[in-house]
């Protein structure tokens, strides 16, 4: 089976994890960092879990799962260690709403794939649900190649490209400008990002003089 790779903006959104143990407290901090209002369905909790929930991070009920629990989540993690109640989880959410189950590929919508971030920089590795330890390897294999340096560097693109945007006009050049930015030696120099900026700068000067 296909799948379809995408970034999901969940800030601000609902989602709801049943299960309180040490998977479920996994998926609620991710669920968190990407900005999710997130409640969490058990009768107990680890105690990573409810350092959460005693920071106010997440709303707990302390109950079993029953149909109904899952309101208007948009994402629904099940996340015990039954797999008759993940079951009941996958089967009862609603048409609209995402189900990972994590114990079963074929009852989820979506699987959460091995992460590496970089400020702005996100790269994600995903087997299918055949090897997630495999997805793992290579994602640690990948943070000695993408390091620590690629966060300034992603602040640096981000402003590039939108000054870029701004001051010049023609397409050709707009993309020629963007590209020569993701050399290497731009990474690598913080003097040379200096000088694009300076030069964008000095553009966006002579365009305003142009015009008045």
Do not use: C
């Amino acid at each position: 089976m296909g799948t379809y790779p995408m970034m999901l903006n969940m800030k601000n959104k609902a989602a709801v994890v049943v299960g309180g143990g040490i998977i479920a407290y996994r998926k609620t901090l991710s669920l968190l960092q990407a900005g999710a209002h997130v409640t969490v369905i058990s009768p107990a909790l680890h105690s990573k879990m409810e350092e959460l929930f005693l920071n106010d991070q997440i709303t707990w009920k302390n109950k079993v799962y029953e149909p109904g629990d899952l309101q208007l989540a948009v994402v629904v993690i099940a996340a015990t260690n039954q797999s008759h109640v993940n079951e009941l989880v996958a089967s009862s959410a609603g048409e609209h709403q995402l189900v990972n189950v994590v114990d079963s590929q074929t009852l989820s919508d979506f699987q959460v794939p091995a992460k590496l971030e970089r400020g702005h920089l996100t790269i994600t590795v995903a087997t299918n649900g055949a090897s997630p330890t495999l997805a793992r390897v290579i994602r640690d294999e990948l943070f000695e190649k993408y390091d620590d340096s690629y966060k300034a560097y992603l602040d640096f693109l981000a402003l590039a490209r939108d000054r870029v945007k701004n001051t010049v006009v023609d397409e050709q050049t707009k993309l020629r400008l963007l590209k020569v930015v993701t050399d290497e030696t731009y990474r690598q120099s913080h003097n040379m990002q200096q000088v694009f900026l300076e030069m964008l700068g000095d553009f966006e000067k002579k365009s305003h003089h142009q015009l008045i």
